[in-house]
């Protein structure tokens, strides 16, 4: 009978080590399950943090550029204005009008005109010999 016992109590002990096993196997897979929801929590939450900083760095530069940009807006327009006025910013057409056209049309008019004067002395001589 002791050895019935004996036997009997392994195989409670026996029983009840599986079920402890079963046990902190479950409590692990738990505990291992938790922290990586915590970590997954607190990596979301450094990623919104991250997000709403450069959101906040967008709307900032959006503003800064805004702002400098009527500002300079009408800065440029009236120091454009003065440059142009004193002579500093030339128009290209007018620029090359003055360069190009004005010096080919003096040319071409002073051939022209040296034409003349050599055909008017031409006529000049001719009608004076007869």
């Not at 929590?41 to 990623?47: D, E, H, L, S, W």
Request: some cysteine; proline content about 1%; hydrophobic content about 35%.
């Amino acid at each position: 009978m002791e050895e019935e016992e004996i036997m009997s109590l392994r195989d409670q002990q026996t029983a009840y080590e599986e079920l402890r096993f079963r046990e902190k196997s479950r409590l692990k897979r738990l505990e291992q399950r938790e922290q990586d929801v915590q970590k997954e929590r607190v990596a979301i939450i450094k990623q919104s943090m991250i997000n709403v900083r450069e959101e906040k760095d967008v709307e900032q530069r959006v503003c800064v550029s805004t702002y400098s940009s009527s500002l300079l807006g009408n800065l440029l327009g009236a120091t454009l204005t003065i440059l142009k006025e004193d002579g500093f910013i030339r128009d290209e057409f007018k620029l090359e009008m003055e360069n190009v056209f004005l010096p080919w049309l003096n040319e071409a008019v002073d051939a022209n005109v040296s034409n003349c004067f050599c055909s008017r002395m031409i006529l000049d001589g001719k009608v004076e010999g007869n």
